[in-house]
C-alpha cells in the first residue's frame, strides 16, 4: 500500500513561487506515473503535470506549461512541483496520485491548498 502526503502549500502572492512535495512511502514513486492535480471549488479537477514512471518524461497542462516543472528524487521517494510565475487562477487544492497504467490511479494524497492574492 503506497502512502501519498502532500505538502508545501500556503499564501503567496502574484508572481510568487512554491514548490510542493509529494513524499512516498510504502512503494517507490519510480514504479508509478506520477501525476498532479488540482481542484478549485466549483471547478472540476484539472490536470498539472506528470512524471512518467518509465523514462522521466514529463508532461504538462496547458495552463501551467512554461512555469511548473515536475521532478522527483529517488534517494528521497519524493516528487516535487515547482511552481513559478503564479497566478490568482492557480489557486486551488493540488494533489498528487500514482497510477501503474495511465489514466488509472491508484493512490491518492491528501492535497495541499495553494493561494494566489492578487
Known amino acids: 500500500q503506497v502512502q501519498l502526503v502532500e505538502s508545501g502549500g500556503g499564501l503567496v502572492q502574484t508572481g510568487g513561487s512554491l514548490r510542493l512535495s509529494c513524499a512516498a512511502s510504502?512503494?517507490?514513486?519510480?514504479?508509478?506515473?506520477m501525476t498532479w492535480f488540482r481542484q478549485a471549488p466549483g471547478n472540476p479537477r484539472e490536470f498539472v503535470a506528470i512524471l512518467n514512471g518509465v523514462g522521466g518524461r514529463t508532461y504538462y497542462g496547458d495552463s501551467v506549461k512554461g512555469r511548473f516543472t515536475v521532478s522527483g528524487d529517488n534517494a528521497k521517494n519524493t516528487v516535487y512541483l515547482q511552481m513559478n510565475s503564479l497566478k490568482p487562477e492557480d489557486t486551488a487544492v493540488y494533489s498528487c496520485?500514482?497510477?501503474?497504467?495511465?489514466?488509472?490511479?491508484?493512490?491518492w494524497g491528501q492535497g495541499t491548498q495553494v493561494t494566489v492574492s492578487s
Open positions: 496520485a500514482a497510477a501503474q497504467k495511465i489514466g488509472v490511479y491508484d493512490y
Open positions: 510504502g512503494g517507490a514513486f519510480s514504479m508509478y506515473h
